[in-house]
């Protein structure tokens, strides 16, 4: 029987080359391969539709650059927001310093500003990433030079526009970087845990649970560091994440031709609509009375202290639970790999035990993200359940699965 999985979205079928006229730029966003589905259900509750370009890009082929402002400020599974440049086939160098010569670039760089070509290549080529951004450099100051008269520089340390040059075997697509940093950096963070989740990846995973709509008790047994319980509460208060965003690390605001004050309105708008408190309790524990401090002290630095019950003691047993109210209980966690312990048989111990004490405790259902797909489907299915989604997705090198397991 096949495996659960959820349907990409709708290929775009793009022109080649497509270099789209200037300031009609449509919106590319990044996300964690294997999540596109998950970041496309979000993009359509903002109002877009959105097609499959690559693996962890998705286009909205129908927005346009005042698009990519909504997109930073309340996308919460976004990596980063793009606006497309180019796209054409360059299995050469000379195809991709001709493609980059047909972008306009004079329209989106000023001869004032210094410019960056971040370049990355996938598949086998005769030449270097380097190479590739060196091409695209040279073709941004020659438009420039050509349509102003003056040589634009180039700032590889702090740069005021950031160019994205991919190569993906003879398939080159040039972005332009609206967001800067990855949008993941949202979270103030007092404590460090030793792995953290990153917060897209978090709020990707709570979209794959019933939260908050059909919840009585939001659980994290294995929280960490508390990004988890943390993106659940900025989630269920409504807290976009555009208002936890240092204005200066994004790259929007030093493109002139976007409409910055668009901004100031979406945060008006957005702080009237936060509530007060989460209408879901959360509760967030682990066994390491460090990490418990630790993210008491980073529910505090994110002002959602008062939102999650914090409770110390072992995902094996969660006995903790016998004092929470009864309901619908869900559990959206991110346990331990096991990749540091050297050996897998004491992470396959903790699953079972794990899986045994959800059963006991009556969980509806538990959504988690883990490399060990055969280990955590085996220590649930003994448990009596039944493998609800099984999700591959990219997590940094990593080949993990976003795992939605429901009783049977």
């Known amino acids: 029987m096949a495996e ?6 709708p290929a775009f079928p793009a022109p080649d080359p497509w270099i789209p006229e200037p300031l009609a730029n449509p919106p590319v966003v990044s996300c964690a391969a294997g999540f596109e589905p998950v970041v496309a259900e979000e993009l359509r509750e903002l109002g877009h539709t959105a097609c499959y370009l690559k693996p962890a890009k998705l286009v909205l082929p129908e927005a346009g650059p005042d698009a990519s402002l909504p997109l930073n400020f309340f996308g919460r599974t976004l990596h980063r927001v793009y606006l497309l440049l180019g796209l054409g086939r360059a299995p050469t160098l000379q195809d991709v310093r001709a493609l980059a010569q047909t972008v306009p670039f004079h329209a989106y760089l000023h001869p004032e500003q210094r410019f960056a070509v971040r370049a990355q290549r996938h598949g086998s080529h005769d030449f270097t990433s380097m190479d590739v951004a060196r091409e695209v450099g040279s073709a941004v100051v020659e438009r420039v030079q050509a349509h102003t008269g003056r040589r634009i520089r180039a700032d590889l340390d702090t740069p005021d526009v950031e160019i994205m040059a991919e190569l993906s075997d003879d398939q080159l697509l040039l972005l332009l970087n609206t967001s800067g940093p990855p949008l993941h950096r949202r979270h103030h963070r007092a404590f ?3 792995a953290p989740l990153l917060p897209t990846l978090a709020a990707a995973l709570l979209r794959l ?6 919840v009585d008790l ?4 294995m929280a960490g560091g508390g990004t988890i319980p943390i993106e659940a509460a900025l989630l269920a208060r409504n807290v976009a994440p555009g208002l936890l965003l240092p204005e200066g690390q994004l790259a929007l605001f030093r493109l002139s031709f976007l409409d910055h004050t668009a901004w100031r309105r979406l945060r008006h708008r957005a702080e009237r609509q936060v509530r007060p408190r989460s209408p879901v309790p959360i509760l967030a524990a682990d066994r390491y009375a460090r990490n418990v401090r630790g993210m008491k ?25 016998e004092r929470q ?3 619908r209980r ?8 096991g990749l540091r312990l050297g050996d897998p ?3 396959d111990r903790l699953y079972h035990d794990f899986a045994r004490a959800c059963a006991r405790h009556g969980i509806a259902e538990v959504v988690a993200l883990t490399p060990r797909r055969d280990s955590w489907l085996e220590a649930f299915t003994q448990a009596g359940y039944r493998p609800a989604l099984v999700q591959p997705v990219r997590y940094g090198r990593l080949e993990a699965f976003a795992l939605r397991v429901e009783p049977s």
Do not use: K
């Not at 659960?4 to 979205?9: M, Q, S, V």
């Not at 939001?218 to 047994?221: G, M, V, Y």
């Not at 869900?330 to 790999?337: E, G, Q």
């Open 192 to 194: 460090q845990h030793f």
């Open 325 to 327: 109210p009864t309901g």
């Open 209 to 214: 649970s019933s939260f908050p709509n059909n």
């Open 4 to 9: 659960p999985t959820l349907p990409l979205p």
């Open 345 to 347: 048989r004491r992470i």
């Open 218 to 221: 939001l659980i994290d047994p």
């Open 297 to 321: 002290a980073n529910l505090e630095a994110m002002g959602v202290a008062a939102d999650v019950t914090v409770c110390a003691g072992r995902a094996e047993r969660m006995a903790y639970l």
């Open 330 to 337: 869900s559990i959206v966690t991110n346990p331990p790999y």
